[in-house]
């Protein structure tokens, strides 16, 4: 193996021989004699599910080694909303950081810390099950299909994700009479992630001059989806994302991150770092209210670097309107034609399915005159 080269110089593929690693996830865990047998039952099986990439194509290009920028997002303190005198400019302030950045960071959000550990410790306790279990899908009484890992059309390193999800769909009809532990706190968490993205696209609404019950009508608790997150360490972080880079195709995301670094953002161009600060939750604007504000706010691209030692907790909300809900600018001339949301996501799939990668808003550009029936003929 390797030719005596340390094992950071080895190729992706090379790394994989030297890990030992034939088909699982389970034995290149055993190579690391400190990881506890849990760990080595939970990962999913990357390795054997996407191992001729590695073997087959290029590596996605070493976005570790770019030298990486770290910035704080722009903190709001939520507080100053109830207070007479500076409530107005802490609108503001939202208004102006999801114009520029697209991103900020939140204090004082009014979620209180208690709920937000429970979730943690019941994340952390669902993604140490063994991966058969989670891939279960009666696993927990969430609704079908909603742990996911890795990027099932993924057919280059690029477009893979070394990242494993709760992908849930908060539709109260098929909450069970009797509950778990994880799915009492999944409620309670996502009871007052909603409260507060129903404050927050308020003001963005109102911030563009437009009334807030248009969100508020569309978005109900049954279209909205609460994602847990794990990045397990990857090995050849590196050469594969945590996440691919992507916008969210809601209206408004909130979310939260564990302490460790992962979570990047283009800003003029160039991808930097959020440092994560305990205590906040990340805000970002989705595509649905850059379309509808006509391109007043931004749904800025993001990504997660994967990280060779440390796992990494997330736990995103995503406010979600209806299929049927018009997405139409709120200004002319009109930067997008109007759109459903069902409509849009379906085109997301179908770009992500052929294309492997998320086309977005730019498919809905009202200059492109797009019409439904011609767009094959947009494809790039
Ligand atoms: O884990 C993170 O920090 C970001 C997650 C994210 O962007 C997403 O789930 O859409
Ligand atoms: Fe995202």
């Known amino acids: 193996m390797s030719e005596g080269r340390p094992f950071c110089e080895l190729k992706a593929a090379e790394r994989m021989e030297a890990l030992g690693v034939v088909s699982e996830a389970r034995e290149l865990s055993q190579s690391h004699a400190d990881r ?28 570790e080694a770019e030298a990486m920028e770290e910035c704080d997002l722009p903190l709001v303190d939520l507080s100053r909303l109830s207070d007479e005198l500076q409530a107005e400019q802490c609108k503001r302030e939202i ?11 939140i204090v004082n959000h009014g979620i209180p810390n208690g709920v937000l550990e429970r979730l943690r410790e019941e994340q952390v306790r669902m993604f140490r099950q063994p991966f058969e279990k989670k891939a279960d899908e009666k696993f927990l009484g969430f609704l079908g299909d909603s742990y996911r890992w890795g990027a099932p059309t993924a057919t280059s ?102 302490n460790v670094i992962g979570l990047q ?45 440390l796992e990494r907790f997330s736990v995103a909300y995503f406010v979600c309107p209806s299929q049927e809900t018009m997405i139409q600018s709120s200004a002319q001339p009109a930067i997008y034609s109007t759109f459903s949301f069902g409509e849009y996501r379906q085109q997301v799939q ?13 498919r809905f550009l009202a200059s492109c005159r797009r019409n439904k029936h011609t767009n094959a003929q947009l494809l790039p």
């Open 36 to 63: 506890s047998v849990t760990m080595i039952d939970s990962n999913p099986p990357f390795f054997a599910a996407y191992g001729s990439l590695f073997h087959s194509r290029p590596a996605a290009g070493n976005h």
């Open 157 to 258: 390193l690029k477009q893979l994700s070394w990242l494993e999800a709760y992908h849930i769909r908060l539709s109260s009809a098929t909450y069970p009479a009797t509950t778990s532990t994880s799915r009492c706190v999944v409620e309670e968490l996502s009871s007052a992630m909603a409260q507060l993205a129903d404050r927050l696209t308020g003001i963005l609404a109102q911030g563009m001059g437009c009334d807030g019950s248009y969100i508020k009508e569309n978005c109900k608790r049954d279209t909205c989806y609460l994602r847990l997150n794990r990045y397990p360490p990857c090995p050849v972080a590196g050469e594969v994302f945590g996440l691919v880079p992507h916008t969210d195709s809601d209206f408004l995301t909130v979310l939260c991150q564990d």
């Open 95 to 105: 208004v102006t950081a999801a114009s520029e950045w697209g991103f900020f960071q």
């Open 265 to 309: 953002l283009k800003k003029g161009g160039r991808w930097i770092a959020v440092r994560p600060n305990p205590g906040t939750l990340i805000i970002n604007v989705g595509d649905l209210f850059q379309a509808w504000s006509n391109g007043l706010y931004k749904s800025v691209e993001h990504r997660v670097v994967s990280n060779p030692h």
């Open 350 to 362: 179908q770009d992500v399915t052929l294309l492997g990668y998320k086309v977005g808003l730019t």
